[in-house]
């Protein structure tokens, strides 16, 4: 993982980006490893339906699209972070943060779905502006910023349940939920949300002039610094979003949950996220990746995570086999990497 950007935005040059910076080579719309992906989740698919004959029941599927939706939307934020050589290991301990705080909203106000989703998406804004900010102008890196702050987010978040389950939490949420009132055409809500909002990040990485730039802070921060891109400005927002994503995501976890929270809501979310979005092909050292892949990655990560639990294995195993995934993809990236570098 690189260093995030440190110098002063006041020392870099007023000049406009150049040609050779903004004309970055960008991934295909589509990726070989996007397709690997498609055909290993469609064998997993028909082999786990003949298997374990409910798994290809809708009554299956549905909450595994639910639990896919949250992972998925913070992937796309996450995505976007380690396009530009950055990470974020709070995510899990923020998702904990909002999710008890809206809770604790519908409990003991009674608010509105409007109010809710507003409150979850603001709080997470604010939690990723406080890692951005440490980032872009704190100098410090990545990963240990955001390691502490997991940390402090977690006892934040501890302090909001006060040792306690949230009880009875109402329907308000729904919409975003697993009954009837959740899904159209029998696809959940939150996961047709997703969707959308992954097919909008998509666009904007490929046709926007700061979604390329994202690609070139990640290739060369000094050259995309030198060329005139904002790189601190660039890097604050893909923080803010992710914390903005983890807003809505929370809402989507309390919304697919029981009319009870505990604390252990969030916990391991982070390596789930991080996993969907390596094993999506996005390159851990920055500079390419695609949201596409993303959300291919997340879906393999709960089909496997399913399956296990139908087939009656273990738990554990569920891991291993995302383990060998993430060791698999990260291998095949460096390999390609070295093989650009030796061209």
């Known amino acids: 993982m690189t260093a995030a950007p440190t110098t002063d935005p006041s020392t870099a040059p007023e000049a406009p980006p150049t040609r050779a910076v903004t004309k970055r080579i960008l991934p295909s719309p589509v990726t070989g490893q996007e397709g690997v992906l498609v055909a290993i989740i469609l064998v997993l698919w028909v082999v786990l339906s003949f298997t374990t004959p409910a798994f290809g029941s809708a009554s299956s599927w549905q909450p595994l699209l639910s639990s896919v939706a949250p992972i998925a939307l913070m992937g796309v934020g996450m995505t976007m972070i380690i396009i530009t050589a950055g990470i974020d290991v709070s995510v899990g301990g923020a998702l904990m943060v909002t999710a008890v705080t809206t809770a604790k909203l519908l409990v003991d106000q009674g608010v509105s779905l409007v109010v809710a989703v507003l409150v979850a998406a603001a709080l997470g804004l604010v939690l990723g502006l406080v890692n951005g900010l440490l980032i872009a102008y704190g100098r410090v890196q990545a990963i240990i910023i955001t390691f502490g702050t997991a940390n402090i987010f977690q006892f934040l978040g501890r302090q909001i349940f006060d040792n306690q389950t949230v009880n009875g939490i109402p329907g308000t949420l729904e919409f975003f939920g697993r009954g009837e009132t959740g899904r159209t055409l029998g696809v959940p809500h939150s996961f047709v949300l997703t969707l959308l909002v992954a097919a909008a990040a998509w666009f904007w990485l490929r046709h926007s ?135």
């Open 209 to 343: 002039r700061p979604g390329r730039h994202l690609y070139a802070i990640g290739g060369d921060p000094v050259a995309a610094r030198l060329a005139g891109i904002r790189v601190q400005r660039l890097v604050l927002m893909t923080y803010a979003v992710t914390g903005l994503l983890v807003g809505v995501a929370a809402v989507f976890t309390v919304a697919s949950g029981t009319s009870t929270l505990d604390q252990s809501v969030g916990s391991g979310r982070e390596l789930a996220v991080i996993a969907a979005v390596v094993i999506g092909g996005t390159s851990i050292t920055g500079g390419r990746g695609s949201v596409l892949g993303t959300v291919l990655g997340a879906l393999l990560v709960q089909i496997v995570a399913s399956g296990t639990t139908q087939l009656g294995w273990p738990s554990q195993l569920s891991d291993f086999f995302v383990g060998v995934a993430i060791a698999i993809a990260v291998g095949s990236d460096l390999i390609r990497q070295r093989a650009r570098e030796q061209r």
